[in-house]
């Protein structure tokens, strides 16, 4: 597992690369936030986070499959992963930011991925 890549992923530059071509502009990991979220955006108090299918449990994903070998240390791994992820949200969402979650599985569509964002990082006032 140390080889398990935590930055700069493809699905994660595919979404700065997309964020960055709609005009934002936004800072990477901040450590100081809870999660170290993938993409701040520190004026509009919104954050990004881009979720690999498999490490965070997209629920009904076909890529969030449960290795059939050592079951409960896997199960207990992604668990806490999906509780860190739980706590993390709550927490950025408590201190005042808005929180948006992109699966690794929603970058493969770029159009309908280009629509979310730019809905997200564009609409005023509403959570």
């Given at each position: 597992?140390?080889r ?9 530059l595919?979404?700065?690369?997309l964020?960055?071509s709609l005009?934002f ?11 170290s979220?993938?993409?701040?955006f ?5 954050i ?10 997209h ?9 059939k070998s050592?079951v ?19 927490k950025?969402?408590?201190?005042g ?15 309908a991925?280009k ?8 609409r005023?006032?509403?959570?």
């Open positions: 597992m140390s398990i890549q935590g930055k700069d992923t493809k699905p994660e595919v979404v700065r690369r964020v960055h005009g502009r936004y800072r990477l990991h901040r450590h100081d936030l809870p999660g979220p993938d993409l701040v520190p004026r509009l108090r919104r990004i986070f881009v979720h690999g299918c498999y490490w965070h449990r629920e009904g994903c076909r890529y969030a499959y449960l290795p050592n409960s240390f896997w199960r207990s791994k992604f668990a806490a992963n999906v509780e860190r992820d739980r706590m993390a949200i709550q950025l969402k408590k201190a930011w808005r929180v948006h979650i992109i699966w690794e599985c929603e970058t493969q569509e770029r159009e991925l629509r979310r964002v730019t809905t997200y990082l564009k005023e006032g509403r959570r």
